[in-house]
């Protein structure tokens, strides 16, 4: 398992290091990864080797979990508590990971009398899908990023949100019938009062932290506005300056048309960006509840995995370009709205692309692949490749180079007194900067 990140958030006051030392003897060649709260004052002391060490202020397992999967730099990451004993989990549990789901194991107590307790547990692991973070989490990165992260407001319980979030996607529970013995120290001094109130947190926490289910994946393709590969054509004829701030009211516009959509309950909103862009993209896009990062991929293979990961999941896709500023959030909703009647549909433009897609076929993922990169019969592929496919009657003009902004800026002009507020924001900025394209 060298392709592994082991992930363990440690307290303040947690001073048992066993579990490293365990990892080590088991899983050699893992990366392991402490994230650590600052105050933790024993963690010098013990001068722990690992791959990397975190101090974080103000920590919760929530903000440390979250830390050290973006601190990670393996496609699998498995998440730890400290006072894990792994003795009962061999390399060979974990070789068999299902990437469309969300793995897990039984809970044992390191106390025999809290037998009662651990059944208790693997019975709500077994029967309603809902484990403890003390059995531990094993996913995919990519699919922890799909999912979204711990909710960093919640001071405890971000196991059991994050599992009703992997529940709404319809993100399938993988449990491994052995046991990870874990610490009884909180039940020590009154297992029947801690049992019950486990107990009512977790049926509290099950009403709290339910969540419909998501009808469809949307993933817009995003990249920083300030990139030189962002609009890369448009800055060999214009300066940069312009472009970028060109680039931050095209995404603007994209993300209000996202948070005007009807029914955003029942949608998985999706970031998909460069590991480089998405720091920047935090801000100006933060509509999103999770994301995929590319790893320098060609689009048409990135907007295939995309699709498969939706697919295998939720069962419906939508991808939507950033650069489209005549595009309104009416246009999808209308879609999104009406019954889907052929398998795919997709909204032309004028290059012969598509700015947006929306299909429940599984030959998509197959499809995208088929598609190369600046081509402008990505339509005629499509349609050729696809039995059940439509095609908007309406044509839409992405911006790729200065004719392409011409185009854009009659547009808007000629439909001004229709167009939302950020696309009037955009014409307005154009008008200001006419000699600059024109």
């Known amino acids: 398992m060298i392709n592994l990140s082991i992930i363990i958030p440690i307290g303040r006051h947690e001073n048992d290091f066993k579990l490293i030392k365990q990892i080590k003897q088991k899983f050699k060649g893992c990366e392991i990864i402490l994230v650590v709260d600052e105050e933790n004052k024993l963690i010098n002391q013990k001068k722990i080797e690992v791959d990397q060490l975190y101090l974080l202020r103000n920590s919760s397992r929530a903000k440390a979990l979250n830390k050290g999967i973006n ?16 003795k009962n989990i061999s390399p060979s549990d974990l070789s068999s990971l299902n990437k469309f789901a969300v793995t ?27 484990p403890f973070g003390d059995q531990s989490f094993l996913i995919s990165k990519k699919l922890f990023n799909f999912i979204g992260p711990f909710n960093e407001n919640l001071l405890e319980g971000e196991d059991h949100e994050f599992i009703w979030k992997m529940k709404s996607l319809n993100i399938k529970l993988n449990i491994i019938n052995k046991q990870i013995i874990t610490s009884a120290k909180k039940y020590a001094k009154n297992k029947i009062f801690q049992n019950i109130k486990t107990l009512s947190k977790t ?6 932290f339910r969540k419909k289910k998501k009808s469809v994946v949307l993933a817009t393709f995003l990249k920083d506005p300030k990139s030189y590969e962002s609009k890369s054509r448009l800055r060999k004829k214009l300066n940069n300056e312009f472009v970028n701030q060109l680039n ?12 005007r959509l009807s029914n955003k309950n029942k949608i998985q909103f999706i970031k998909v960006c460069k590991n480089k862009d998405e720091e920047n993209l935090k801000l100006l896009s933060n509509i999103h509840q999770g994301k995929f ?7 048409s293979f990135v907007m295939s995995e995309v699709s498969e990961l939706a697919l295998k999941t939720v069962g ?6 950033s650069d489209i500023p005549t595009m309104d959030s009416k246009d999808i909703n209308e879609v999104f709205s009406s019954k889907l009647e052929k398998d795919s549909l997709f909204f032309q433009t004028d290059d012969g692309g598509f700015c947006f897609m929306l299909s429940k076929d599984q030959n998509i993922i197959k499809c995208l692949n088929k598609i190369k990169s600046s081509s402008t019969s990505v339509i005629k592929t499509l349609k050729d490749c696809l039995v059940q496919v439509n095609i908007s009657e309406k044509i839409y003009s992405d911006v790729d180079v200065t004719s392409d902004l011409k185009r854009v800026y009659e547009q808007l002009k000629l ?5 939302t507020n950020e696309q009037k924001d955009l014409l307005n900025f154009l008008r200001s900067n006419e000699k600059i394209f024109i």
């Not at 601190?71 to 792994?86: A, G, K, N, Q, V």
């Not at 194991?105 to 309603?128: D, H, P, V």
């Not at 931050?248 to 948070?259: R, S, W």
């Not at 990062?293 to 689009?299: E, G, I, K, V």
């Open 415 to 419: 439909n001004e007194t229709h167009i």
């Open 248 to 259: 931050e009211k095209f995404i603007n516009i994209t993300n209000q048309n996202l948070k």
């Open 203 to 208: 049926v509290i926490q099950s009403f709290k």
């Open 104 to 130: 897990t194991f039984l809970l044992k107590f390191n106390e025999a009398n809290c037998w009662l307790i651990a059944a208790g547990a693997n019975f709500r692991t077994k029967i309603f899908c809902i």
């Open 293 to 299: 990062l590319n790893q320098d991929h060609d689009l």
């Open 316 to 321: 419906k896709v939508a991808l939507l370009g």
């Open 71 to 86: 601190l990670s730099t393996r496609d699998i990451l498995w998440l730890l508590h400290l006072d894990s004993d792994i």
